[in-house]
C-alpha cells in the first residue's frame, strides 16, 4: 500500500520559516512529478510549488522568491521550505506525488493526509 506522509507543519510567526517534508512508502516502481497544494478556509485548493523527476520546478506567484521546493530521489521525498511566511500563507498544506506502481502502468496521483500550517503572531 503507497502512503505519502507529510511532516512538519506548525504554528509560527510572521517572518518565520517552516520547512515541510513528505515521504513515499509501500511499493511502486517509480515517482515522477512531486508537489505542495495547500487549502485555507473556505478555499479552494490551490497548486503552490511543483518538481518532476528531474528537478524542473513550478511555482504560485504568490510563493515566488519564498518557498523552495526540492527533492530526494533515494529517499522518496519532497520538501519545501517556506521562508518570509505570511498570515496568508496559513493553510492545510498537502503532499502529491505521480506514482507510476507498476513499470508499465499508468501514474496516478496520491495524497498525502495534509499539514496544518499557520502563521500568526
Given at each position: 500500500?503507497?502512503?505519502?506522509?507529510?511532516?512538519?507543519?506548525?504554528?509560527?510567526?510572521?517572518?518565520?520559516?517552516?520547512?515541510?517534508?513528505?515521504?513515499?512508502?509501500?511499493?511502486?516502481?517509480?515517482?515522477?512529478?512531486?508537489?505542495?497544494?495547500?487549502?485555507?478556509?473556505?478555499?479552494?485548493?490551490?497548486?503552490?510549488?511543483?518538481?518532476?523527476?528531474?528537478?524542473?520546478?513550478?511555482?504560485?506567484?504568490?510563493?515566488?522568491?519564498r518557498f523552495t521546493?526540492?527533492?530526494?530521489?533515494?529517499?522518496?521525498?519532497?520538501?519545501?521550505?517556506?521562508?518570509?511566511?505570511?498570515?496568508?500563507?496559513?493553510?492545510?498544506?498537502?503532499?502529491?506525488?505521480?506514482?507510476?506502481?507498476?513499470?508499465?502502468?499508468?501514474?496516478?496521483?496520491?495524497?498525502?493526509?495534509?499539514t496544518q500550517v499557520t502563521v500568526?503572531?
Amino acid at each position: 500500500q503507497v502512503q505519502l506522509v507529510e511532516s512538519g507543519g506548525g504554528l509560527v510567526q510572521p517572518g518565520g520559516s517552516l520547512r515541510l517534508s513528505c515521504a513515499a512508502s509501500g511499493s511502486f516502481f517509480s515517482i515522477g512529478t512531486m508537489g505542495w497544494y495547500r487549502q485555507a478556509p473556505g478555499k479552494q485548493r490551490e497548486l503552490v510549488a511543483a518538481i518532476t523527476s528531474v528537478g524542473t520546478t513550478n511555482y504560485a506567484d504568490s510563493v515566488k522568491g519564498r518557498f523552495t521546493i526540492s527533492r530526494d530521489n533515494a529517499k522518496n521525498t519532497v520538501y519545501l521550505q517556506m521562508n518570509s511566511l505570511k498570515p496568508e500563507d496559513t493553510a492545510v498544506y498537502y503532499c502529491n506525488a505521480d506514482l507510476r506502481i507498476l513499470r508499465f502502468g499508468v501514474p496516478k496521483g496520491y495524497w498525502g493526509q495534509g499539514t496544518q500550517v499557520t502563521v500568526s503572531s
